[in-house]
């Protein structure tokens, strides 16, 4: 729902960045979560955005453009353990419903 | 910290058979959700609940129903288990207001039908 879209894999180096994009339908939109999951796990909360901008928030930052329905995860000093997926997901304004993209799966190599 | 607890976190059913997913939430939350995610893909919304005793349809609700007897009790319910129900499942809560609207999610409950 609500077209999240993102691109299905990354690949970066560590000690570098990594940049993990998303894009939305603007329609309804009330905030955008990023979520970080591993394999065979549950996924784990890292960022909310709601204003334009870049919310710097130390390892993880988040980038925000509501008239172009775009986001961005913005990883630093990229670590072998940021290897995971990272999901998008668009907030509904009723009930806080989320509607997530399919998720980037980030490979930092040494 | 918030905890959503899932039961069981994994199960194998038998195709026709039915199945029952549990959630239990300590969070004193409002809202309790329940997602699906196949291999490789995204979550996908099954069923919400905004107050005990009443639930709305997600984007993908058929063959599923859901249960919220109270607050902190969500449960999702397979009637007539299908192979193409096979997935992990994810139940999630959320409060009204302000920060506690931060969505958390439980542990995940994977079920293979047969």
């Known amino acids: 729902g609500q077209g999240v879209e993102q691109p299905d894999n990354l690949m970066s180096v560590e000690g570098t960045f990594a940049r993990v994009n998303c894009t939305y339908s603007t329609s309804g939109f009330n905030g955008l979560s990023w979520y970080q999951q591993r394999e065979g796990h549950a996924p784990v909360f890292l960022s909310y955005?709601?204003?334009?901008g870049l919310k710097d928030s130390g390892h993880f930052s988040t980038f925000l453009s509501r008239s172009n329905g775009y986001s961005y995860l913005l990883l630093t000093e990229l670590q072998i353990k940021d290897s995971a997926s990272y999901l998008c997901a668009v907030r509904w304004p009723n009930y806080n419903v989320l509607y997530f993209g399919s998720g980037t799966k980030l490979t930092v190599e040494p | 910290e918030a905890a959503v607890t899932q039961s069981p976190r994994s199960k194998v059913a038998v195709t026709g058979g039915k199945v029952t997913l549990s959630c239990h939430q300590t969070n004193n939350h409002d809202y309790m959700y329940w997602y699906r995610q196949d291999t490789g893909h995204g979550l996908r919304l099954i069923h919400y609940s905004y107050v005990a005793d009443s639930t709305e349809k997600g984007d993908i609700p058929d063959g599923y129903k859901a249960s919220r007897p109270s607050q902190e009790n969500f449960s999702l319910i397979l009637e007539l288990a299908s192979l193409s129900q096979t997935a992990v499942y994810f139940c999630a809560s959320s409060g009204r207001t302000g920060t506690n609207t931060e969505v958390f999610f439980g542990k995940g409950t994977r079920l293979t039908v047969v």
């Open positions: 955005v709601v204003l334009d």
